[in-house]
C-alpha cells in the first residue's frame, strides 16, 4: 500500500478532504522522523513502537580493494509492533 493510497483510505473512512488527510499523514511521519533523530522512541499502544536500535563499532571489509575499514557505531530507526497488532495480523 502506497502514502497515496493510504490518504484516499483515510479520507474515504473520516469524509476529510484528500488534501487534509496527506497533510495529516506527512505531518506524522514528520513528528517519527523528528523524534528519532532527537534519540526519542514515539510509542503508540495498540499499534507498535518506532524505536532506535544501537549498532556497534565493527570492522568491515572492501572486497573489490581488499582492505578493511572501522564503521562506527550508529543509531539504525526500527518498528517494533504491539502483541495486539500481531495477534491480528498472524490470523
Sequence with gaps: MT?????????????????????????????VKESLINEENVYLRGFGSFILKKRAEKTARNISKNTTLVVPEHNIPAFKPAKIFMKGVKK
Design 3 to 31: 502514502k497515496q493510497e493510504v490518504v484516499n483510505e483515510i479520507s474515504a473512512k473520516t469524509g476529510v478532504d484528500k488534501a487534509d488527510a496527506l497533510k495529516c499523514v506527512e505531518a506524522f511521519m514528520e513528528v
